[in-house]
C-alpha cells in the first residue's frame, strides 16, 4: 500500500483516473484506511470547486460601457 | 459556469441587444482575460485581445451552430485571438520547455511528512459555503484568484484550462503542445500549491498546538 507521501503526490493522477489500475487500488485502499489523506483529497477537490468560482470572479472590462457600444456597432446590420 | 444561462440570451445577442452584451461580458470577460494572459504575459495585452475578441464574436454569431456550448465557443475564440496577439509581438511561449523547468521536485516539500511517509500535518474538513460566510468567501476567493497569478505560467496554464474551462487533457495538451505526463505533473503541483493557500486562509491554525473543545 502507498504511503500518505505518495497518495498525496498521485492525488491528481487518482483524480484523473490516469493511473494503472494496481496502482489506483493501492490509492484506494489507502484512503480507506486513512482519514488525515481522505480528509487532504476532500480538501483538494474542494480546492478545484474554489479554482473555478475564484477565476471568474475576476475583474470587470477595464472600460465595460466602450467595449459594449463596439459589440453593437460591430452587430448593427449595415455597420461595415 | 452557467452554460445553459448563456443558450437562453442567444435570441438577444442575435438581435444586438445591448443589455445581453452586458450581461455576456460580465458573465466572462474576467476569466478571458486571465486564460487570455496565459498566452500574452501583460494584463493590458490580454485585455485588449479579449476586447478584440469579443467583437469577433458578435459578428460571428449567427455562424454560431450551437454544437459546443457558447462559452466554450467564445473560449476558443479568445485563444485565438490571444495567440496571435503574442505571435505578433514576438512573445513565443514554448510551454514544452516551462513544464520542463516547473515540473522538477515533489510538489510537496518532504519536511511535510514523517520519514515513515505518514504525514507530519492533520487537517480538518473544511465548511461549506453559507449566506453568513459570504463575505468571508469573497475574500478567499480573491486571495485564490491571487494566487493563481502567481502561479508558474504553464500551471497557470493548465489548471485555468482544466479546472476553470473544464477542457479534456487531449485538448489541452494539443494547445499547450506538451504531453499528457506533463500536464498531469503540472496540474498537480498547481492544485497542490492552491490547496496550501486557501487552507491556510481556511485554517489559520495549524492543529500543533491542543485546540481549545469548543472549536471541536
Avoid at chain 2, 508558474?152 to 504531453?179: F, K, M, N, S, Y
Wanted: a positive charge; charged letters at 30%; proline letters at 7%.
Amino acid at each position: 500500500m502507498p504511503t500518505c507521501q505518495e497518495v498525496a503526490e498521485q492525488a491528481t493522477e487518482y483524480l484523473e483516473k490516469a493511473m494503472p489500475r494496481r496502482e489506483r487500488l493501492g490509492v484506494w485502499a489507502h484512503l480507506r484506511v486513512c482519514p488525515n489523506c481522505r480528509t487532504y483529497l476532500r480538501q483538494f477537490m474542494g480546492t478545484i470547486a474554489l479554482t473555478r468560482r475564484a477565476a471568474a470572479a475576476a475583474p470587470p472590462p477595464d472600460d465595460e460601457d466602450r467595449l459594449v457600444a463596439a459589440m453593437k456597432a460591430a452587430r448593427t446590420p449595415g455597420a461595415d | 459556469m452557467a452554460l445553459d444561462e448563456d443558450a437562453a440570451l442567444l435570441p438577444r445577442l442575435r438581435a444586438g441587444e445591448e443589455a445581453a452584451f452586458r450581461e455576456l461580458v460580465r458573465r466572462h470577460h474576467g476569466r478571458l482575460v486571465r486564460l487570455a494572459g496565459v498566452f500574452t504575459g501583460a494584463r493590458a495585452r490580454a485585455e485588449e485581445a479579449v476586447q478584440d475578441a469579443w467583437v469577433v464574436v458578435v459578428t460571428g454569431l449567427d455562424g454560431y451552430s450551437g454544437e459546443a456550448p457558447l462559452g466554450a465557443w467564445i473560449t476558443g475564440i479568445v485563444m485565438n485571438k490571444a495567440r496571435n496577439r503574442a505571435a505578433r509581438d514576438g512573445r513565443v511561449v514554448s510551454f514544452a520547455d516551462l513544464a520542463r523547468s516547473e515540473a522538477e521536485g515533489p510538489a510537496l516539500e518532504p519536511g511535510r511528512f514523517m520519514p515513515d511517509g505518514h504525514w507530519a500535518e492533520r487537517f480538518s474538513a473544511w465548511p461549506s459555503p453559507t449566506p453568513e460566510r459570504e463575505a468571508g468567501d469573497r475574500q478567499l476567493l480573491a486571495r485564490i484568484g491571487d494566487a493563481l497569478e502567481t502561479l508558474p505560467p504553464a500551471q497557470r496554464a493548465v489548471v485555468l484550462l482544466r479546472d476553470v474551462e473544464g477542457h479534456e487533457p487531449a485538448a489541452i495538451c494539443r494547445a499547450l503542445g506538451i504531453t499528457e505526463a506533463n500536464m498531469r505533473v503540472l496540474l498537480h503541483r498547481a492544485r497542490t500549491r492552491l490547496r496550501d493557500v486557501a487552507a491556510a486562509l481556511i485554517e489559520p491554525a495549524p492543529a500543533k498546538r491542543s485546540i481549545p473543545a469548543t472549536r471541536l
